[in-house]
């Protein structure tokens, strides 16, 4: 099996990912750098796992690959799984949390997002997967998927929940030394391998996303690696 751009890396099951995730995650504290986190139930148990083993992360920033445009106490924030997972539990949070504020609407929050990343440069970002193969906010054939001078656009959630959306673009979060995808279960499996294993198409935006600079890694557990191991 040919994969395109990517260092594949196997789990045996989900939570052995979440383990490789957090060290990953708390090498890249211990380090000060430029975090971009991503939503998702992997990664949720990720941010528990990197609190424990490393309480202190005053020198690393944190970003946010997208965001929900709504309140930051709302459930289907992504900021606040990642404040319930891994800052409530530090005993030093990062000197630097920048969220995106959904609760201001797509464009404005955008806009306020595309001016904090300037001259900005992400070290360490993680990336989900869907089914349908978006990652971050960048769904199929989207117009976001062309933009190249703003480093985060407004998008239309195409699935639920149905709420706006903010992303970052493909430039910037390929800009990143280290592009991370996590991806687990068995319903991941089609996507991963168009992903991952065919050549780029817009028609599967995980598959436009290489880090420019550095390494490109994928994480998953056998079920969702079940189409890249032939």
């Known amino acids: 099996m040919t994969l395109y751009g990517v260092e594949l890396v196997v789990a045996v099951a989900a939570e052995e990912a979440a383990s490789i995730l957090a060290d990953a995650l708390v090498e890249a504290a211990r380090a000060g750098r430029a975090i971009a986190l991503t939503g998702g139930r992997s990664p949720g148990r990720a941010y528990r796992l990197a609190a424990d083993r490393e309480p202190n992360w005053r020198e690393a920033s944190l970003w946010w690959g997208d965001e929900r445009c709504v309140a930051p106490d709302d459930e289907r924030s992504n900021y606040k799984l990642a404040r319930e997972n891994l800052l409530d539990r530090l005993e030093s949070p990062p000197a630097e949390v920048h969220r995106i504020r959904g609760e201001l609407g797509a464009e ?59 992303t ?15 991806v687990t279960g068995a319903e991941k499996a089609e996507a991963a391998e168009r992903a991952f294993a065919r050549p780029p198409d817009p028609a599967t935006p995980a598959s436009l996303i290489r880090s420019s600079t550095g390494i490109t890694r994928v994480l998953a557990d ?3 690696a079940a189409g890249l191991l032939h």
Do not use: C, M, W
């Open 108 to 166: 404005a929050a955008a806009d306020e997002y595309d001016a904090l990343l300037q001259d900005v440069r992400l070290e360490l970002v993680l990336l989900g997967l869907g089914p349908d193969g978006h990652t971050a906010s960048l769904y199929p054939n989207a117009p976001a998927l062309e933009e190249r001078k703003r480093r985060a656009v407004a998008t239309e959630a195409k699935f639920e929940p149905f709420v706006d959306r903010v």
């Open 168 to 182: 970052l673009t493909v430039p910037v979060l390929a800009s990143a030394p280290e592009v991370l995808f996590i």
């Open 222 to 224: 056998r079920a969702a």
